[in-house]
């Protein structure tokens, strides 16, 4: 009878681990969100980062390594731009291991929320398709969110715009979208110069609509 007994153990021991795993999947869940996701170079980009607690219970974590702290303070996001990664230019933060002071309470099927700038942290000046998703860490236990893309694009202005903006820049290089030719906006007498093949400078009268790239 013994060694009976023993193997009935085993199977319920094994049978009752896999529900736990199953049942604790889902109850914490990350979403991201933009108002928009088509931008122009030079725009503030902000995302909207939630924690959802689907369950019936109080969920307790500690929002360090997230934006719930209203900053980011350490690599939360992955970036994705034309297959690479982009590296995490922001504030890292070092500290001691939280205390239970520093954790917060998540009530039954409560979220919290918090909007973010993410320029000053990431390289985001090219234009082109982009892939964000919020990376969980161990110290937040929180899980990963899925992906969500936007776009940027080449802002458009005209000759006004460029030669305000030119004036707070040493050089403006701009690109007609078409047909497409390259200028330097000259701030002082507001002249327009197109560069030819040999990047040597010759009048030209402007072309419209513009792309700028600083």
Request: with cysteine.
């Amino acid at each position: 009878m013994k060694p009976i007994l023993i193997v009935l153990v085993l199977f319920m021991n094994c049978k009752s681990n896999k529900p736990m795993t199953d049942k604790t999947a889902h109850k914490i869940t990350t979403q991201l969100e933009m108002s928009k996701n088509t931008f122009q170079v030079g725009d503030t980009i902000s995302v909207k980062f939630s924690a959802h607690n689907n369950t019936n219970s109080s969920f307790e974590f500690c929002p360090w390594q997230t934006p719930l702290e209203k900053e980011l303070t350490a690599n939360c996001f992955e970036i994705i731009y034309k297959g690479d990664t982009l590296p995490y230019k922001g504030r890292m933060t070092k500290r001691k291991p939280p205390t239970k002071e520093d954790n917060s309470i998540l009530k039954p099927k409560a979220s919290r929320t918090q909007t973010i700038n993410i320029n000053e942290a990431y390289n985001l000046d090219q234009s082109g398709t982009y892939t964000i998703r919020f990376l969980g860490r161990p110290i937040n236990k929180l899980p990963n969110s899925k992906s969500i893309t936007f776009s940027i694009h080449k802002k458009i202005i005209n000759r006004k715009e460029a030669i305000e903006i030119a004036k707070h820049n040493a050089k403006l290089y701009l690109r007609t979208v078409n047909p497409p030719r390259h200028f330097i906006v000259d701030a002082e007498n507001g002249n327009v110069i197109r560069l030819n093949l040999e990047n040597q400078p010759q009048k030209l009268i402007w072309y419209k609509p513009i792309e700028y790239c600083l």
